[in-house]
């Protein structure tokens, strides 16, 4: 499968405290995406990282990636409860193909 | 206009009808794509149409039939489904299917299958 693997697979915090979640992967990508989705909603992209590059800031938001590792990392930082989703990372492959990791489940407690 | 809109929201339907799902953007993309998400999972891609043609098919049963009457739009028409066929069903899209592309997702169609 080329489905990525994250972890944790739920995570529960503190308002403001920092998020961080990670997913591995394990062939050669082009890029790496982050979705957010609420509740069994539609998903909504956060951050796009491309293959030759190593970091990547979005507002609150920050993704590494380490290829050489297959893995990236997305941080929330000062989390809000307006925070609290299912967050996913999908594997970009040639053609635009894309395949989701297993999920986070983030809770932020006000 | 930077939406993905689907429709229904909610289907229920038996096992012997005949229905169809509804995707529609006018954000002049012109990559569509169709995912299947069951609960508490990621979602799995199905199709994936690239200047109205079928680009993509990940092995899906012959009961979902796809259809991209123009670049707008995108259908997906269900006929005989199983039960395990319910599921939150996504459509997408993007500028075109390349690489580096960010998609966008509609809300969904939750769809049950009696």
């Known amino acids: 499968s080329q489905q990525g693997e994250e972890d944790p697979q739920a995570l529960s915090i503190q308002e403001g405290e920092n998020a961080t979640m990670n997913c591995s992967y394990k062939?050669?990508?082009?890029?790496l995406q982050w979705y957010r989705q609420n509740s069994g909603r539609g998903l909504v992209h956060l951050i796009l990282?491309?293959?030759?590059?190593r970091e990547k800031h979005s507002g609150r938001l920050r993704v590494t990636l380490d290829t050489s590792k297959k893995s990236s990392s997305l941080l929330i930082t000062a989390s809000r409860a307006a925070d609290t989703a299912s967050y996913f990372c999908a594997t970009g492959y040639n053609f635009n193909k894309f395949y989701f990791g297993s999920g986070t489940k983030l809770n932020v407690k006000p | 206009d930077t939406e993905v809109t689907q429709t229904p929201k909610h289907l229920v339907m038996g096992m012997t009808n005949k229905k169809s799902l509804k995707c529609e953007q006018h954000m002049g993309h012109r990559a569509m794509y169709w995912y299947k998400q069951k609960a508490k999972k990621p979602p799995e891609l199905m199709f994936v149409?690239?200047?109205?043609?079928?680009?993509i098919n990940e092995s899906v049963p012959s009961r979902f039939s796809p259809e991209c009457p123009n670049s707008s739009l995108l259908n997906l028409h269900l006929h005989a489904l199983q039960p395990e066929d319910s599921a939150l069903y996504l459509c997408a899209s993007s500028q075109v299917m390349g690489k580096n592309n960010e998609q966008f997702f509609g809300p969904g169609t939750r769809l049950t299958v009696l």
């Open positions: 149409y690239s200047y109205e043609k079928l680009s």
């Open positions: 062939t050669s990508i082009n890029n």
């Open positions: 990282i491309r293959s030759n590059e």
